[in-house]
């Protein structure tokens, strides 16, 4: 045999400049330097100027820190629905913002002041708030490169800020539209109050966390009952907050339940639940004997009577304090309440209107009102006459575990009047704790400003907007009469909005449900003013439009400082007096702040390209996007917003995304030391790799994030890399003058892979459609992986590498391939927006942004599906027989068999689709798999009958060479 010749030379293969490694880490910055220096964000403006628009409005994050997990993962599904948007043609601007305002902010300064030995207190407010200002705007900065690193698209050279004058007058301004419909009160009830950070909270600011409490039953001894045996006996409460004991003002039963009244063995007799009565005899050991040895006495031989609830109507007990007389020597009625359930404790409940939204309405329906012992640092008044309460100066906190301990003042007090019957440290229950400052909050009754949940009232008609640049309304409002209240609204809103996932939807809705009127007021420094000033006789507030405009004028020109008591009187103007009037000093609910975002974001025409047409009556936004907690927080408070001042929600659609959890599924913490930086993945891998992830996970529920879970998004992008790397090298020097330009004369396989692309398209297309990027990205991937790599590169490798420039169905391969580039870069900018940068770079140097393209324009082309189907089946059954053979080195590879498959299979080049070197039909219902005795080509290494011996050329190969060494 002569020598054989290396063909190497004459066989086309890819070629490349676009590296296998990515080096995302080092490569990412120079990209988004790029999009920067020409404006990609402009110039998206510029090329959807006049289309459909698309509006995702930017939920606020504090700023108040770095960049963390849930920050990157909601940026990046933000980034998706607007690029996605975009890349369908329509006009999808993204303006981020941050919330400057509030507890979050004010409590880092205030930290920094205690490592400094500085009292906020004696600080002036402006230079307090200048402070809080410097610290926000710090950290807005901050957070908006790391968030641009992210590759997220949007406006970040005029993001909107709640700290902006523009905004907070706007904010005042929607205020104002709640006081001049009457949406507004200002009453006493309980509300969460944090004693750390002295001031009333929200229930989105509160989070839950189990805890161990001192739980006690006490004895209050009945004087006056209708029922005469009753007098003298003793009405037993249980409660795991004995702190409220120097505060109760009454009883409450349960009208239905069953009360027993029985002597214990010490003498003394008592009423409790009789569903309750074995529960109550363990913790107390007042059974009505101290020891049964016989074991044949029962509970009805000591029974005295029992009652239902409702006829203790007109029982009356005392404090078993009330021997310090005033406030203790009152009487303490007994009251029903249809709260009182027998779930644990005695059946009776003690009231402290001050401290419980249900003691509080109870109590109110009698005329008993709260007494506010509790001072806003959580320690009774000094002139509280409990006696231990304020010994040595001050008793601390009234949650302070040490004073509501069995050895601590309370029940000190409480044993030594007699009335202690049980005291112990073992009750674990949920409690509800800041958020800020992870302390325990109270129920503490305050005067508050209030908007009622169901309260009918005056409400704007939605055509009423305060557009001018003073902020005065319109110069003849309309107003009309109510006909629902605001939770009526609100809840008809969420009935007419998307919910993405649905179970959204009963989420939100039970909390609008149930919630209770929402309190406006916060008792800081760092925020947005109640601007109100009530008059001092009759406390109503001041309704004068007049006056309305003039403040908001103020707050625009100067900010919050601008409502100070020097500025009261030009405020008020010449028609009042200054001194006739309070001016509120307390300042809004952050929610509120938030809440009111749409107003100046989405309606001020601050931003031309968020401006809907003039007469849009809908929804401003289409889409809000954040966390599931944010059904209680922004999600609401933007609801009842909207509904009370403009009668529906402020988005057509809310789309809620889980939370991050570490690689086992645990919450992360500092404190456990289990979180993950996007700093650091984008540090080690890249942004693409963090969106990857992002995109890949189910969203809609808690998922994860670990070091391996990352190493296999890292391996899943090298696998999306290498497909746009073989395009990249198989589409080398193609022009249009080598395009197929009829899709009917393409082979069969070309026209399969068209019918599979049209049928991604339609697939991506509805993702997109219902916001599933999981579903997105798989589909991308599979058919990245398995369509491509896996079946069509691989069949036609020999095609690309083999046959002749000029031959059809080399030709007809690489059109296909263009039509698949243009399609996949498109599909996969949104998701790979560096990669896809940089593939499309690569391949049109110097050419506009890939992120400017649209959606691409994929032909529909009809198959046999069921035909094909069936062959992909037989081809994995043919490679499943062959791979035996190959470990078992009988085969060097596919092109060596020789395959038989059943005669019933369908009609095709099943050689090139098999790759191998032979397939005949058979008698069989199996496929069988021998060696080849046929030669190999020297250049294609088939194996054909036409191959005089190995290494000699098949027919095509010597025709192949012959026209390459003629160009030569």
């Known amino acids: 045999m002569s020598e054989q010749r290396d063909y190497r030379d004459t066989v086309f293969l890819p070629k490349t400049d676009f590296p296998m490694k990515a080096g995302l880490p080092q490569k990412e910055p120079g990209i988004l330097a790029r999009w920067e220096e020409i404006d990609l964000y402009a110039r998206l403006r510029e090329a959807r100027a006049g289309r459909e628009k698309f509006i995702l409005h930017d939920g606020p994050p504090y700023a108040n820190g770095d960049m963390h997990i ?45 490592k400094k030995k500085r009292n906020k207190d004696e600080v002036p407010a402006r230079e307090f708030r200048a402070e809080c200002r410097a610290y926000a705007q710090n950290w807005v900065n901050v957070q908006r490169e790391q968030l641009k690193r992210l590759g997220v698209c949007g406006n970040w050279d005029k993001p909107y800020l709640t700290m902006d004058f523009d905004a907070e007058a706007t904010i005042v301004a929607e205020l104002l539209k709640f006081a001049e419909s009457g949406q507004l009160y200002r009453g006493a009830k309980p509300v969460m109050w944090s004693p750390v950070e002295k001031t009333a909270l929200a229930e989105a600011e509160v989070e839950y966390e189990d805890i161990t409490s001192t739980q006690i039953d006490v004895a209050f001894e009945i004087t006056e009952s209708p029922i005469p045996e009753l007098v003298g006996a003793h009405a037993v409460i249980w409660t795991t907050t004995p702190w409220t004991i120097p505060v109760n003002q009454a009883l409450a039963y349960g009208p239905e339940v069953e009360y027993h009244h029985y002597r214990a063995h010490d003498g003394r007799r008592f009423l409790v639940a009789v569903e309750l009565l074995e529960a109550f005899f363990s913790r107390t050991g007042l059974g009505p004997v101290a020891e049964d040895p016989e074991g044949d006495i029962t509970l009805s031989e000591y029974a005295l009577g029992t009652y239902r609830g409702s006829d203790l109507t007109g029982t009356i007990a005392r404090h078993p304090m009330h021997r310090l007389g005033g406030f203790f020597a009152h009487p303490r009625p007994l009251l029903a309440g249809d709260f009182v359930t027998t779930d644990s404790g005695t059946g009776l409940v003690h009231m402290a209107p001050d401290h419980g939204e249900d003691d509080f309405l109870l109590c109110k329906a009698h005329g008993i009102n709260p007494v506010f012992a509790v001072e806003g640092d959580g320690r009774y008044r000094a002139d509280w006459a409990w006696p231990n309460s304020n010994q040595e100066g001050g008793q601390g906190s009234v949650i302070n575990p040490k004073f509501n301990a069995p050895d601590g003042p309370i029940c000190s007090d409480l044993r030594e009047a007699g009335a202690l019957l049980s005291a112990s440290t073992d009750y674990q229950h949920s409690y509800p704790h800041s958020w800020r400052s992870k302390a325990k909050v109270i129920f503490r009754c305050t005067p508050q400003w209030f908007v009622p949940m169901d309260r009918p009232s005056l409400r704007m008609r939605a055509e009423q907007r305060w557009e001018n640049e003073g902020g005065s309304p319109d110069p003849t409002p309309e107003i009309e009469p109510g006909e629902a209240t605001l939770r009526e609204t609100a809840l008809q809103a969420i009935a007419d909005t998307r919910f993405v996932p649905e179970k959204g939807r009963n989420r939100i809705g039970a909390m609008v449900e149930g919630r209770p009127d929402w309190v406006l007021s916060r008792q800081r420094a760092w925020g947005v003013p109640i601007t109100l000033f009530v008059d001092r006789k009759s406390g109503e507030y001041l309704n004068d439009p007049e006056v309305n405009a003039r403040i908001v004028s103020a707050i625009r020109a100067g900010g919050v400082d601008a409502w100070d008591a020097e500025n009261a009187q030009s405020l008020l103007g010449d028609a009042y007096r200054a001194e006739d009037y309070e001016q509120v000093t307390d300042i809004l609910d952050v929610w509120f702040d938030s809440g009111s975002t749409h107003a100046f974001v989405l309606e001020s025409g601050k931003w ?36 009370a001042t403009r009668g529906h929600a402020p988005y057509k659609a809310v789309l809620t995304h889980g939370f991050t959890m570490d690689a086992k599924g645990e919450k992360m913490s500092k404190s456990k030391g289990n979180t993950v930086s996007p700093l650091d993945v984008m540090r080690d891998y890249g942004a693409d790799i963090i969106r990857l992830w992002a995109l890949s996970v189910d969203y809609t529920e808690d998922h994860r994030i670990g070091p391996e879970i990352l190493k296999g998004v890292a391996d899943q992008y090298r696998k999306l890399r290498n497909t746009f790397r073989y395009l990249l090298g198989a589409l080398e020097g193609f022009s249009d ?20 692309l049209a049928q991604l398209d339609g697939d991506l297309r509805r993702a997109v459609s219902d916001f599933d990027f999981n579903a997105y990205v798989r589909a991308l991937t599979d058919f990245c992986n398995e369509d491509l790599s896996a079946f069509f590169f691989d ?9 002749a420039p000029s031959d059809p169905k080399r030709r007809a391969y690489r059109t296909v391939l263009d039509t698949l580039f243009q399609a996949l870069i498109r599909y996969a900018a949104p998701v790979l927006v560096y990669t896809a940068e940089e593939v499309w770079q690569s391949r049109y140097p110097g ?39 190959r ?12 395959v038989t498959v059943p005669a019933a299979s369908p009609e095709a080049d099943l050689a090139e689709l098999f790759i191998t070197a032979t397939v005949t039909r058979g008698d069989g219902d199996g496929v069988t798999v021998t060696p080849t005795s046929d030669h190999k080509c020297g250049r294609c290494w088939r194996h054909l009958p036409e191959v005089p011996e190995d290494g000699a050329l098949c027919g095509r190969c010597e025709d192949a060479v012959a026209a390459v060494e003629s160009a030569a």
């Not at 003058?737 to 068209?754: A, D, H, I, S, W």
């Not at 078992?888 to 020789?898: D, P």
């Open 70 to 114: 849930g920050h990157a993962l909601n940026h990046i599904l933000k980034d998706m629905v607007v690029r996605t948007q975009t890349l369908l043609g329509k006009d999808a601007p993204y303006v981020p913002g941050w919330d400057c305002h509030g507890l979050p902010i004010e409590w880092k300064v205030e930290e920094e002041y205690r």
């Open 887 to 898: 470990r078992e080195k009988v085969l060097g590879s596919g092109l060596e068999a020789q």
């Open 847 to 885: 050419s506009d942004s890939v992120h400017l393209l649209e959606w691409p324009e994929v032909p529909a082309v009809a198959t046999d599906w069921e035909r094909w189907n069936t062959l992909r089946s037989l081809r994995n059954q043919v490679n499943e027989a062959i791979e035996p053979l």
């Open 608 to 643: 031309p390209e968020l401006t809907r047409p003039a007469g849009y009556r809908d929804p401003p936004a289409d889409l809000y996007l954040e966390g599931s907690d944010q059904h209680r927080g922004w999600f609401q408070s933007s609801l009842l917003e909207s509904c």
């Open 737 to 756: 003058t080598e395009k197929v330009q009829n899709g009917t004369e393409m082979p069969e396989l070309e026209r399969y892979m068209l019918a599979l």
């Open 795 to 803: 069949i036609r490798k020999d095609c690309l590498y083999c046959d």
